[in-house]
Structures are given as structure tokens and as C-alpha cells.
Nanobody, 123 residues
Framework: QVQPVESGGGLVQAGDSLRLSCAVS????????VGWFRQAPGKEREFVSA????????YYADSVKGRFTISRDSTKNTVYLQMNSLKPEDTAVYYC????????????????WGQGTQVTVSS
């Protein structure tokens, strides 16, 4: 059983930074691509970023490109999302998800989901 667990959310001011972590337990971590999604109140869950199983390919939503950076540490079975220059519109619950398939911006492409971590950015 593969289980992603998010951490690192919190309340920050606009312009601040946060680093989210996604620890993935279970099967061979290095075989799984990991994606980050977010869901704001009253909105659909949307793609934020993804990283391939080897870490060589990364993908970003246009809304976060240049501000967020995804990375992975296979020695710790963890994927990170470094979020800089945060904006109030980044406020959402952030979810990480894992898949044995390739990294994808499509929500249905992921098989295993974490419970989410709240990120709130005040203006």
C-alpha cells in the first residue's frame, strides 16, 4: 500500500515562502511519479506541479511557474514543493499524489492521495 503524507502547510503573509513535504511510504518510491494539486474553497482541485519518478522531468501550472519548485529526495522517500512569493490566491488545501505511471497534470492519472495540508496566504 502506497501512502503519501503531506506536511509543512501554515499561515503566511503575501510574499513569504513555505516548503511542503510529501513523504511516500509503501512500495518502491523511486518507481512513482508524484504530483501536487490544490483545492480552494468552492473550486475544483487543480494541478500545481509534478515530478517524474527519476526526478529528471518537472511540470508546473502556469500560475506557479517561476515561483514554485518541485524536487525529490529518494533517500528520504520525500518530494518537496518550495513555494516562494506566495500570493493570497495560492490559499488552498494542497494534496500530493503518487502514480506508477508517468508524471501528469491530470488528476485521474494518480492512484494514491494524501489527506492534504492547508496553506493560507494573507494579504
Amino acid at each position: 500500500q502506497v501512502q503519501p503524507v503531506e506536511s509543512g502547510g501554515g499561515l503566511v503573509q503575501a510574499g513569504d515562502s513555505l516548503r511542503l513535504s510529501c513523504a511516500v511510504s509503501g512500495r518502491i518510491f523511486s518507481s512513482y511519479a508524484v504530483g501536487w494539486f490544490r483545492q480552494a474553497p468552492g473550486k475544483e482541485r487543480e494541478f500545481v506541479s509534478a515530478i517524474s519518478w527519476g526526478g529528471g522531468r518537472t511540470y508546473y501550472a502556469d500560475s506557479v511557474k517561476g515561483r514554485f519548485t518541485i524536487s525529490r529526495d529518494s533517500t528520504k522517500n520525500t518530494v518537496y514543493l518550495q513555494m516562494n512569493s506566495l500570493k493570497p490566491e495560492d490559499t488552498a488545501v494542497y494534496y500530493c499524489a503518487a502514480t506508477p505511471q508517468g508524471a501528469s497534470p491530470i488528476r485521474n492519472g494518480y492512484d494514491y492521495w494524501g489527506q492534504g495540508t492547508q496553506v493560507t496566504v494573507s494579504s
